[in-house]
């Protein structure tokens, strides 16, 4: 078994930045590719960005808001830990914010669909006033 852990959440003003990160509990981590998701109040959970378990590739959601120019998706295999940075946040990032990790992923894949992921966390709530 696999278990997540969110933490770095928190209440900042619009503009402001946060480093979200997520910790897993097994060696098996560096084998899988993980990534971000978001629920915002009343809305369906949706995909944010995604790494490669080698982490040679990245992908993020296409958006509006251009999240690729604002969030970063990071990962550090030897802390078995994924990072998303979230630069100039707006109100409309408020959400609570998920981690996942897809177990066999091929070399280089970013799955960015909610059933590809085998293990979730229990999100970190993110909220950016105006």
């Known amino acids: 078994q696999l278990q997540l852990v969110e933490s770095g959440g928190g209440l900042v003003q619009s503009g402001e930045s946060l480093r979200l990160s997520c910790a897993a509990s097994a060696r098996t981590f560096s084998s899988r590719a993980m990534g971000w998701f978001r629920q915002a109040p009343g809305k369906e959970r949706e995909f944010v960005a995604a790494i490669s378990w080698g982490g040679g590739s990245t992908y993020y959601a296409y958006h509006p808001d251009s999240l690729k120019g604002r969030f970063t998706i990071s990962r550090d295999n030897a802390k078995n830990t994924v990072y998303l940075q979230m630069n100039s946040l707006k109100p409309e990032d408020t959400a609570v914010y998920y981690c996942?990790?897809?177990?066999?992923?091929?070399?280089?894949?970013?799955?960015?669909?909610?059933?590809?992921?085998?293990?979730w966390g229990q999100g970190t709530q993110v909220t950016v006033s105006s």
């Open positions: 996942a990790a897809k177990s066999n992923s091929r070399l280089g894949y970013t799955p960015r669909f909610q059933y590809e992921y085998d293990y």
